[in-house]
Structure formats: structure tokens, C-alpha cells
């Protein structure tokens, strides 16, 4: 005699077989620098780095701000990430160009990198951010502060 099988039973047989792990994300990312770096310190310009990871256990956009290196007179304090979903251009007191609308700021850890874990959702196609990294220093004596921009970074999801 056979037994009839519940559809529960078939889905959750299907949930865990082999075949049905998670799959890869649909999608990609695609970084397009625009704009100047400004370095009021008289360091070397900052930069920002963008990368893309897809993998079976789900992707991620990770951006790191890379901090040029300290003059003798101004030394490394922290870095930061305005993200935004509009560019701008807007001169700020210092002289550098805002390149990302500030809907978010984020202060960076240690590594100076934030990665955003993505679901594997094509919804996600056609969206568009604006990134820029900011950095800043204090001169030696601790009197001045330095905030120096990298150049700008429109990531799309394609």
C-alpha cells in the first residue's frame, strides 16, 4: 500500500536537498569614480575603494576609505562616509566640493571599510548611491582640524 505524501512533506524535501541551497545574488555592482579629492592638510589626496562580492552564501558592497599618509605636521584621526542617493555639489567652507547628498554618515571602524551585506533580491536592479569618503586629521599641536575628501563614488546595482 502507498501512503500519500502531505506537500509539506515535498517541500521541505526539496528546502533541504542539495540542489536547493542558497543561490548566488542576480545582480552585480559597478563603481564609477566622479569629482576631485580636496587635501586642505596638504596631505596627498585620500582615495576610496570599491568592491563586489557575490558568493552562494550572499553578496555584499563593501567601500573603504584609504587615508593618504600623515605629513610630519598633521597625523590620522579617523575616517568617515557620507552615502547619499543623489550627487551634490555643494563647496564647503574648507574649499573641498560635498560629491554625495548626506542622507547617511557613517564613521568607520579600524579597517576604514563598510561592507553592506545584500539579499539576493532583484529588486535591488537600478539602485543607485553616491558615496564619499572623509578624513580627518589635527595638526600636532591639536589646534587645527583637517577634513579631506576623496573624490566621489556612484555605485549601481546592474
Do not use: E, H, K
Amino acid at each position: 500500500m502507498v501512503r500519500p505524501v502531505s506537500p509539506l512533506v515535498l517541500l521541505a524535501a526539496a528546502a533541504l536537498s542539495p540542489s536547493a541551497q542558497a543561490q548566488p545574488c542576480p545582480f552585480t555592482a559597478q563603481f564609477a569614480g566622479y569629482g576631485s579629492a580636496c587635501s586642505p592638510s596638504g596631505a596627498l589626496p585620500s582615495t576610496m575603494a570599491g568592491l563586489y562580492a557575490n558568493a552562494v552564501g550572499g553578496c555584499a558592497v563593501s567601500l573603504t576609505v584609504n587615508p593618504s599618509p600623515d605629513l610630519g605636521t598633521t597625523y590620522y584621526i579617523a575616517s568617515f562616509l557620507v552615502l547619499g542617493f543623489q550627487s551634490a555639489s555643494a563647496v564647503l567652507p574648507n574649499g573641498c566640493t560635498l560629491l554625495a547628498f548626506p542622507n547617511v554618515l557613517v564613521g568607520l571602524p579600524f579597517t576604514n571599510a563598510l561592507v553592506l551585506p545584500l539579499p539576493p533580491d532583484p529588486a535591488l536592479v537600478g539602485l543607485i548611491t553616491f558615496a564619499q569618503g572623509i578624513v580627518y586629521r589635527q595638526d600636532i599641536f591639536g589646534t587645527t582640524d583637517y577634513f579631506d575628501l576623496t573624490s566621489g563614488t556612484q555605485v549601481s546595482i546592474l
